[in-house]
C-alpha cells in the first residue's frame, strides 16, 4: 500500500465521521441526501461482499467493516431516528436514483476485469459509486444555505477523490484499465459537487 492510498482512506473515513458528527450533535439532516446515501450503501455491500470469501489483510477489513457500518448507520439515522428524520429535506431530495442502477449494473456485467460474481458487484461498485453524488449533488443546486459541517464533509469527499487519484496515477501500470477509466468520472461529478459548494458559501 502506498501513502497516497492510505491518505486516501482516512480522509474518506474522516469525511463519513464528519457527516455523522453532525447528525448526532445537531440532530439534524438537512442539506443531505438520503438517496446519495442509500446508493453508497450499495455500493459498500457491493464492493465487499468479498469479505467473506477472500482472504484480506486485517488494515483491509477492519476498514471494509467500517466503511460498512458507517454508510448503515448514516442510513439508518435518516431513515429511522424519530429527531433526525424530520429534518430530511424530502422535497428537494427528488433525483430518481434507482434509474442509475440498472445501467451500473449493465455496465458491470458487460465490461469487468473478469466474469465472476465478485469482480461484476466490485465492477459495479465502481460504476455506482461514479455516479452516487448526483442525488446530493442536485439537492444542493436547491438548497439556500449549507451548515460548516456539511461544507466540511464535501471537502473531505473531494479531498479523498483527489488523493485517490494520485494512487491511481501511481499504480497506473498494475491498475486494470476498467477500473481507471471509471474512476476519473466520479472525480468530475465531485469537482462540479464542490465548484458549487464553493459558490453557495461565498452567497453566505
Given at each position: 500500500?502506498?501513502?497516497?492510498?492510505?491518505?486516501?482512506?482516512?480522509?474518506?473515513?474522516?469525511?463519513?465521521?464528519?457527516?455523522?458528527l453532525k447528525i448526532r450533535t445537531t440532530k439534524s439532516c438537512a442539506g443531505i441526501s438520503l438517496k446519495t446515501q442509500d446508493l453508497y450503501v450499495l455500493v459498500f455491500v457491493s464492493r465487499y461482499l468479498d469479505l467473506f470469501t477472500r482472504v484480506s489483510s486485517l488494515y483491509n477489513s477492519v476498514m471494509k467493516l467500517v466503511f460498512l457500518a458507517t454508510s448503515i448507520t448514516i442510513v439508518w439515522y435518516m431513515r429511522y431516528h424519530k429527531v433526525v428524520k424530520q429534518t430530511y429535506s424530502k422535497n428537494s431530495d427528488t433525483f430518481r436514483?434507482?434509474?442509475?442502477?440498472?445501467?451500473?449494473?449493465?455496465?458491470?456485467?458487460?465490461?469487468?476485469?473478469?466474469?465472476?460474481?465478485?469482480?461484476?458487484?466490485?465492477?459495479?461498485?465502481?460504476?455506482?459509486?461514479?455516479?452516487?453524488?448526483?442525488?446530493?449533488?442536485?439537492?444542493?443546486?436547491?438548497?439556500?444555505?449549507?451548515?460548516?459541517?456539511?461544507?466540511?464533509?464535501?471537502?473531505?469527499?473531494?479531498?479523498?477523490?483527489?488523493?485517490?487519484?494520485?494512487?491511481?496515477?501511481?499504480?497506473?501500470?498494475?491498475?486494470?484499465?476498467?477500473?481507471?477509466?471509471?474512476?476519473?468520472?466520479?472525480?468530475?461529478?465531485?469537482c462540479r459537487f464542490l465548484l458549487l459548494l464553493h459558490k453557495k458559501l461565498e452567497k453566505q
Open positions: 500500500m502506498n501513502a497516497f492510498r492510505l491518505l486516501g482512506d482516512m480522509t474518506h473515513l474522516l469525511s463519513i465521521l464528519i457527516l455523522l436514483h434507482y434509474f442509475l442502477i440498472l445501467p451500473c449494473a449493465l455496465l458491470a456485467f458487460f465490461f469487468n476485469p473478469k466474469f465472476t460474481l465478485i469482480e461484476v458487484l466490485w465492477s459495479f461498485s465502481l460504476y455506482l459509486e461514479a455516479v452516487a453524488i448526483l442525488p446530493q449533488l442536485v439537492l444542493l443546486q436547491r438548497s439556500s444555505n449549507i451548515d460548516n459541517l456539511t461544507g466540511n464533509y464535501v471537502f473531505m469527499l473531494g479531498a479523498y477523490r483527489a488523493l485517490y487519484l494520485l494512487n491511481w496515477v501511481y499504480r497506473f501500470f498494475a491498475e486494470n484499465v476498467v477500473r481507471l477509466v471509471i474512476r476519473p468520472c466520479s472525480n468530475r461529478s465531485l
